[in-house]
RNA sequence: GCGCCUUUAGCUCAAUGGUAGAGCAUCGGACUUUUAAUCCGCUGGUUCUGGGUUCGAGUCCCAGAGGGCGCACCA
């Protein structure tokens, strides 16, 4: 496999500034063992307290106050230090909560345990204990009476001030990242709050999270190129799943009625600044729910992420406030083209039409009258899409999976809810009818015959599925990494992922 | 897949085709309330890779690699 070398077999491709650096490293980690201070012979650390939990608890300590007697533990990283003279030490600490400042002296610390401080280096995690107080320059700091070195960076870090700035770097070495850019730091840990809160919402309304499989022998429920793979035990291909809508369904079959999962989905797609090829997504089935049941639990989930971490009822995201106050915003999906294109329906709903339309519009010819009709509207109808809003009765053509509206076999029961002018999520009253999931499987057929690689084979397990009976359910898809672009103000969805799919890195010619 | 931009010290960035530089970090020195600590001093380079043009290439040309942006693709 590509693997980077390990760092001390490429000491030679390392320029010779860096090898210094680390030269100088390993002589501090020299001089702390002779000291009586092995970093990697520490195997725990009992921590008493966090940063920020001292800043809060200690914001009304006055400078001039006596400072309380508690002697605290904390661990971190250490990512600044300033030696005044030969016997006293500042430095910050960083934990997982914020910084805390250090104060160290060798009259307080003694004499050994102040010369190993002094051979600790920029990155290197230690472990202090000590007592707070408030320095002149009004900073709460920890008194240091303790300390003991947990790890050394043996690595050079990121400038402190610049910080990592290398976006290419950022992504490979994401580490490096969060150890140096906190606003990164703290988009990671509101997107594990927001996935937290989606659970939270959701089992509180009695649904349950189900774990379908990734390995499917026929990936489904969307349109997309699957990812291939291959079982060797039982010698077959196996496709990794581009949703996990069919597999739901079939749990609402099962009677579980209230189902939903968060799970991993794979399409092999092109990367750009709204696409990864692996993604996360909600989907969420409700028996004897319509779809305007789902609309209401959609825009209540929203407000209430927004009201988490927005300013009140609005979000802020690039620049603009977008209002979340309820109700969200509704159009019909041909009133929507119809306003902001003046586009007829009846036109719309005619393939031929559509192309037509296509054509006027500048844009290239598409395959499918369901594709023709997506172009048109995003370039006619998703501009004006700024505040949330729910644009409904979609056409059946572009919805193989969703029921008919009563009255107007032409339009679905759909929605989809748009803001900041992408796609939020997808609801729609989900097809029942074993006939109907048939034929439009067949029509879809039709299609992939006829060259769209992108359209499934039809499931006819799933057909079969739908024969035992499953109940009136709507369901939804929620694209978790958009929404976590929209709540955190990210606008490419690598800053919302760890690890978003890189090349392999181009000076790893080596193969052993 | 196509186009534009980009790659120089550990990090962030300079450098008309003419001796590769700065800040921070490192290293040495001064300083027991500093916080981008400050002050003094010394270092540090396969300019992404491979070719080519030229007396001379970080700079120009060709090819390749990584990254970014745009287009295309994308329920």
């Known amino acids: 496999m590509n693997r980077e070398p390990p760092p001390e077999s490429s000491a030679q491709k390392l320029g010779r500034r860096e090898s210094e650096l680390r030269a100088a490293r390993r002589a501090n980690l020299a001089a702390l063992r002779r000291l009586g201070y092995d970093p990697f012979a520490v195997t725990r650390f009992d921590v008493s307290a966090h940063a920020a939990e001292l800043s809060a608890r200690y914001a009304g300590l006055a400078a001039d106050a006596d400072p309380p007697q508690e002697r605290y533990a904390l661990a971190g990283r250490l990512m600044a230090i300033r030696k005044m003279g030969k016997k006293a030490i500042w430095s910050d600490l960083w934990d997982r909560s914020g910084r805390l400042q250090l104060y160290v002296r060798e009259d307080v610390l003694g004499a050994q345990a102040f010369a190993a401080f002094d051979a600790v280096d920029v990155g290197d995690i230690v472990g202090v204990g000590g007592t707070v107080f408030r320095s002149q320059k009004g900073e709460l700091t920890l008194r240091v009476f303790s300390f003991e070195v947990l ?31 906190e606003e990164v730091r703290r988009t990671f840990v509101l997107r594990s709050r927001i ?19 990734t390995l499917l022998h026929l990936a489904g429920g969307a349109l997309a190129r699957p990812f291939r793979t291959h079982h060797n035990a039982l010698d077959i291909e196996l496709d990794l799943r581009i949703a996990t809508e069919l597999n739901l369904k079939r749990l609402i079959v099962g009677g579980l009625e209230r189902v939903y ?60 406030l977008l209002s979340f106050k309820r109700p969200f915003k509704r159009i019909a999906y041909f009133e929507a083209l119809q306003r902001f294109g003046g586009l007829e329906r009846s036109r719309l709903l005619d393939p031929a039409g559509a192309a037509e339309v296509l054509t006027e519009l500048g844009l290239p010819p598409s395959q499918t009258h369901g594709q023709a009709l997506d172009k048109i509207f995003e370039r006619v109808a998703e501009p004006h899409l700024v505040d949330p809003t729910f644009v409904y009765d979609y056409p059946v053509v572009i919805s ?24 939020l999520s997808n609801a729609f009253t989900e097809l029942n009818d074993p006939d109907d999931q048939r034929a439009r499987f067949e029509a879809q057929a039709l299609e992939r015959t006829s060259g769209d690689t992108e359209v499934p084979p039809p499931d006819w397990d799933f057909v079969a599925a739908l024969e035992y009976g499953m109940p009136p359910t709507a369901g939804i898809g929620i694209g978790v990494d958009r929404l976590v672009m929209l709540l955190t103000d990210q606008h490419s969805i690598q800053d919302v992922l760890l690890f978003p799919l890189q090349r392999p890195p181009s000076h790893q010619t080596h193969s052993d």
Not at 195 to 213: H, I, K, S
Not at 307 to 314: A, I, M
């Open 261 to 320: 999962e968060i799970g991993r989905i794979f399409r092999n797609e092109g990367i750009d600044r709204t696409h990864n090829p692996e993604f996360t997504m909600l989907e969420l089935y409700a028996a004897y729910w319509s779809v305007n049941e789902m609309m209401e639990f959609n825009e209540e989930l929203f407000a209430h992420l927004v009201s988490l971490v927005g300013k009140g009822e609005q979000l802020e995201f690039g620049g603009r």
């Open 151 to 181: 790890a050394k960076a043996l690595a050079p870090l990121p400038d402190k001030w610049q910080g990592l700035v290398d976006v290419e770097k950022r992504y490979r070495r994401r580490y490096l990242d969060l150890i140096v850019n």
């Open 400 to 423: 193989p999976l969703a029921k008919r509206k009563a009255g107007d076999p032409d339009v679905v029961d759909r929605y989809e809810l748009f803001g900041a002018n992408v796609e």
């Open 195 to 213: 996935l937290a809160e989606l659970r939270r919402f959701c089992d509180e309304r009695g649904f349950l999270e189900c774990e379908t499989p």
